[in-house]
């Protein structure tokens, strides 16, 4: 079982940066397709961004482009997610999640193709 750790959150005002830093143990991140999920209160988990194998391919939910950027360091086992511009909307459990095995690039989205989760770690925008 591979583990995920999450590290990066916090509360900022809006307008506000964060990074979000995913840390797994040996060598998944390198051969496996990674994601962010989050999960506000009293909502479901939905995804956020992904990131293809080799880093060249990203996908984004459309209240997140132009503000996140996800990526991946395999040298290090680490995925990052950098939020920029933060709204009180981005407020949530932020969850890093890698599939048990290939996933295809059409299911990124779908939660329940993850069978690795991290602990999630909290982000509040709020002034």
């Known amino acids: 079982q591979v583990q995920l750790v999450e590290s990066g959150g916090g509360l900022v005002q809006p307008g506000a940066s964060l990074r979000l830093s995913c840390a797994a143990s040996g060598r998944f991140i390198r051969t496996h397709t990674m994601a962010w999920f989050r999960q506000a209160p009293g909502r479901e988990r939905e995804f956020v961004a992904a990131?293809?194998?080799?880093?060249?391919?990203?996908s984004y939910t459309e209240s997140v482009k132009g503000r996140f950027a996800i990526s991946r360091h395999n040298d290090d086992n680490t995925i990052y997610l950098q939020m920029n511009s933060l709204k009180p909307e981005d407020t949530a459990v932020y969850y890093c999640a890698g599939p048990s095995q290939g996933i295809a690039w059409s299911q990124i989205q779908w939660a329940q193709k993850y069978t690795n989760w991290g602990q999630g770690t909290q982000v509040t925008v709020s002034s």
């Open positions: 990131v293809s194998l080799n880093g060249y391919t990203t």
